[in-house]
């Protein structure tokens, strides 16, 4: 039996009772298990002064000490359930303003955003806020989680408003699949089980969608890309001569006897041998970790993209992209940074923010010189050392860039890339 | 893919990142089912190269002789280099006063041998079996966990980490810990471990044993390293351990499974999280675990 794997980021607030349903999801799907469950229990008598109400579903994901203490989630947690199907990692990811940045975080690795909504208060700013993330960021699977039925009677024109309200607001965005379900987390309906409350609902509960959202188009497969992590060279005497590039594929595939660019030098080659676990593959696809052989002995390290040379990247200096910045330390138009595109690391300058976006009405605020943490601004940049990638639209992991600052080493910004200027 | 295949890509890019941004990694080493399958993994990232790491065990001096043997075993057969610290070493030279007392344990001082042990080999990256699903202060760990001099974690001050970009740039003094196997949990790692068919110390697997009977835990007198006190009950049962830590530290389940595919179905089965079924560290306090990483735990 082959089960594959997905990860979800959730997108909400402690009030639309995003805690609840993952807690929710884990206990419904019984991943949790007693010592846990016993432990929230006495959390739940603690927090109701024993007074019935059974268990406080949210205790589940209940952070650390020091969060406890300032009553803030400092950051992402991440979750673990399986089912037959499908094995899930759960993003969770603060849902407040000043947390944009963990939350591109999160989404960065997500295939599926659930958004969730108040079923009293329909779509609101932080809507807003949540879906454009998941828009820039790319994620493929977007699912719109309508809770606290219970709270409007389970009525289907409350359900059916929200997802009209919903429709135009995804005109704006760049989402390809969007899912409506109406739940209730506090009482389980149309979570994992489906609800008797909500006859006039046909569609999936939230487990069964997941369970069966289709991933198999969510990777580029046409594009072979190949990031050298690392060249393997035993250099023993049985081994003399052995030389492999070792790296993990982005996206697409390779076989043996691809003609191949790697750059930025854009010298050229055949691939000999594809290899794994010391054994000979012929072809191998994104996702995959493996190890390269190139028939002609040519100059590669740490850093260089190999491609196939019938699909070449932008191999560019001047490049431009929407940045989500993440520093406390303002950006400011001229600044210089390390860019790291895959293993590829260079300098870089800021040499213009075109535009800052205005996460709640979408709307482009111009003459910008600066930028403040948790900011998203169209940027352009300037790089010392030719970077190769693809556009973040075409190919989400050979598109994404980090910023680091030179001093601090810290990651200071995200960079979807979206090509040369 | 297969979600197992996945899983092992990941790692596998994990540890070949460690070896192109670091120039001195080294691989902890527990003995545990979960450092041994980073060893697994280390050979299908970097054969038929050596590692571009030592493996290195922080040795409390109350481990079960199984463990050890299996890992002079384990580092012989691969050929790779090996480096044990020894607590006992570290309390002697530092004048560290060992707890004492009925659930004493030497768990926290490993800590000061492990940070004396990145000193003295200048390491700038530990690789670690941690998983994210064992613990809450864990489950909000970066893959590349950035500490200072001092090994502390701080979670107010953790790198953003996007896409399978990982920042290891650090300053002189300072470390990475950096955790492979973070999105795998105890069944991912199980069910990995058959498909792979890595060898594992006897410990795992239901053999009889004689233990003592403390707070409703039954504890190995291997070794003498428990002191049995007059109320504890003497036993011999067959057990197996979930997981394989310091004998003071470490609980053994009742159990009659002896092959992978019964310990398998045991674990699916089982309604009881691995750290609170076999770990007393870790049930010391509600943020024990939290408090330990601060202090430069790994």
């Keep these: 039996m082959s089960m594959d794997l997905l990860r979800f980021i959730t997108c909400g607030s402690v009030d639309d009772g995003k805690s609840t349903l993952i807690g929710r999801l884990l206990y419904d799907s019984k991943s949790i298990l007693v010592d846990q469950l016993e432990a929230i229990e006495r959390a739940s008598k603690t927090k109701n002064q024993g007074d019935g109400g059974g268990i406080d579903l949210a205790l589940l994901t209940d952070g650390l000490r020091s969060e406890r203490e300032q009553g803030i989630t400092i950051d992402v947690a991440y979750r673990y359930f399986q089912t037959p199907v499908r094995k899930f990692i759960i993003v969770d990811a603060p849902g407040h303003i000043q947390y944009t940045r963990n939350m591109v975080t999160g989404a960065s690795n997500c295939q599926l955003a659930i958004v969730l909504i108040d079923a009293r208060n329909g779509v609101v700013e932080q809507t807003r806020r949540h879906s454009l993330i998941a828009s820039l960021l790319g994620i493929p699977h977007i699912v719109v989680a309508i809770n606290k039925m219970d709270l409007v009677d389970y009525a289907q024109d409350a359900f059916s408003d929200i997802c009209i309200q919903y429709a135009e607001l995804a005109k704006k965005l760049n989402v390809s699949q969007v899912s409506f379900i109406p739940m209730s987390a506090l009482n389980g309906d149309n979570v994992v089980d489906r609800s008797a409350n909500m006859p006039w609902y046909e569609g999936p509960t939230l487990l069964e969608h997941l369970e069966t959202v289709e991933l198999s188009n969510d990777t580029n497969l046409t594009l072979p890309r190949f990031p050298v992590q690392y060249v393997i060279r035993p250099q023993t005497t049985e081994l003399h001569d052995y030389r492999g590039y070792a790296g993990k594929i982005n996206s697409g595939a390779f076989r043996v006897g691809d003609a191949v660019t790697v750059l930025p030098s854009a010298q050229t080659s055949t691939i000999s041998r594809i290899e794994f676990n010391e054994q000979d593959l012929t072809e191998a696809e994104a996702g995959q970790s493996v190890i390269l052989h190139l028939f002609d002995d040519i100059d590669i390290s740490r850093g260089d993209l190999i491609v196939r040379s019938d699909t070449q990247p932008i191999v560019a200096q001047n490049v431009e992209g929407m940045l989500c910045w993440m520093d406390t330390k303002e950006l400011k138009v001229g600044s210089k940074y390390v860019l790291q595109v895959g293993t590829a690391r260079t300098r870089c300058s800021i040499r213009e923010i075109p535009y800052r976006l205005n996460i709640e009405t979408y709307e482009h605020v111009e003459e910008v010189e600066s930028l403040k943490l948790n900011d998203l601004a169209k940027v352009v940049l300037r790089t010392a050392q030719p970077v190769a990638f693809d556009t973040y639209a075409l190919n989400r992991t050979n598109g994404g860039a980090i910023l680091i600052d030179e001093t601090s080493n810290v990651t200071v910004g995200a960079v979807m890339l979206e090509g040369e200027t | ?298």
């Design chain 2, 1 to 298: 893919m297969d979600y197992l295949d996945q899983l092992e890509s990941e790692a596998i890019h994990i540890m070949r990142e460690v070896a192109g941004q670091f120039e001195r990694p080294a691989l902890l080493f527990s003995g545990g089912k979960d450092s041994i399958t980073l060893v697994h993994l280390a050979r299908k990232a970097f054969r038929p190269g050596k590692f571009p790491f030592p493996l290195v065990h922080i040795d409390t001096g109350h481990n079960f002789q199984e463990a050890l043997d299996f890992r002079d075993w384990l580092a012989n057969s691969l050929g790779e280099r090996l480096i044990v610290r020894y607590v006992e070493d570290t309390i002697r030279e530092k004048n560290l006063k060992e707890p004492t007392g009925r659930n004493a344990s030497r768990n926290a001082l490993q800590t000061f041998t492990l940070l004396d042990t990145i000193e003295e080999f200048e390491f700038d990256a530990c690789i670690g079996g941690a998983r994210r699903d064992e613990e809450k202060a864990r489950a909000k760990e970066r893959v590349f966990s950035v500490r200072d001099e001092f090994g502390s974690w701080d979670p107010k001050r953790q790198r953003p980490e996007l896409w399978n970009l990982y920042n290891g740039r650090i300053h002189k003094g300072e470390n990475v810990r950096v955790f492979p196997i973070s999105n795998w949990t105890e069944l991912d790692v199980w069910n990995y471990i058959q498909r792979e068919k890595i060898a594992l110390p006897s410990l795992y697997f239901a053999h009889e044993r004689e233990l003592l009977v403390r707070d409703g835990k039954l504890m190995a007198t291997a070794g003498g390293v428990i002191k049995p006190e007059p109320d504890d009950q003497i036993v011999t049962r067959t057990v197996r351990f979930r997981t394989v830590g310091d004998i003071s530290c470490t609980a053994a389940s009742e159990s009659q499974a002896n092959t992978l595919d019964a310990v398998i179905a045991e674990i699916q089965a089982t309604r009881i999280s691995e750290r609170g079924e076999t770990r007393m560290d870790d049930q010391m306090s509600e943020a024990a675990m939290e408090d330990r990483k601060k202090g430069g735990y790994f």
